[in-house]
């Protein structure tokens, strides 16, 4: 993940997705298009917890969303402390943090 591309932003909206799980794929659609809305106003940026297992399903999953970064396969740490303070225990899920208080925990919990 480019630390760059959150660093001057204020709300960081983080995306647990994965290939394998079937409600993500309908959530891509309008997913991409509230991105679109909230890109608008240069305080927001998005990025991707890819939860599957594979590298194969990781990289299908990007393709199906160009539009936003993503925290590097098998970066373990950086996803496991996402998913702890997220508390990503399902998919799809979408957690904001505020950049200034960092990422311990959510400024809105849960977005399905």
Same mark, same amino acid.
């Given at each position: 993940?480019?630390?760059?591309?959150?660093?001057?932003?204020?709300?960081?909206?983080?995306?647990?997705?994965?290939?394998?799980?079937? &409600?993500?794929?309908?959530? =891509?659609?309008? %997913? /991409?298009?509230?991105?679109? $809305?909230?890109?608008? !106003?240069?305080?927001?940026?998005?990025?991707?917890?890819?939860?599957?297992?594979?590298?194969?399903?990781?990289?299908?999953?990007?393709?199906?969303? &160009?539009?936003?970064?993503? =925290?590097?396969? %098998? /970066?373990?740490?950086?996803? $496991?402390?996402?998913? !702890?303070?997220?508390?990503?225990?399902?998919?799809?899920?979408?957690?904001?943090?505020?950049?200034?208080?960092?990422?311990?925990?959510?400024?809105?919990?849960?977005?399905?």
């Amino acid at each position: 993940m480019a630390t760059s591309s959150i660093a001057d932003k204020e709300f960081v909206g983080v995306i647990f997705s994965a290939q394998y799980c079937p &409600p993500c794929h309908g959530f =891509v659609e309008p %997913l /991409a298009a509230f991105y679109q $809305e909230a890109k608008k !106003d240069p305080r927001y940026e998005f990025i991707l917890v890819n939860c599957d297992k594979g590298e194969q399903e990781y990289n299908d999953t990007l393709k199906s969303m &160009p539009w936003v970064s993503a =925290v590097p396969y %098998l /970066a373990e740490e950086i996803i $496991e402390k996402l998913e !702890d303070a997220s508390d990503a225990s399902y998919l799809p899920k979408v957690a904001v943090f505020s950049v200034a208080k960092g990422f311990e925990r959510p400024v809105v919990y849960d977005i399905k």
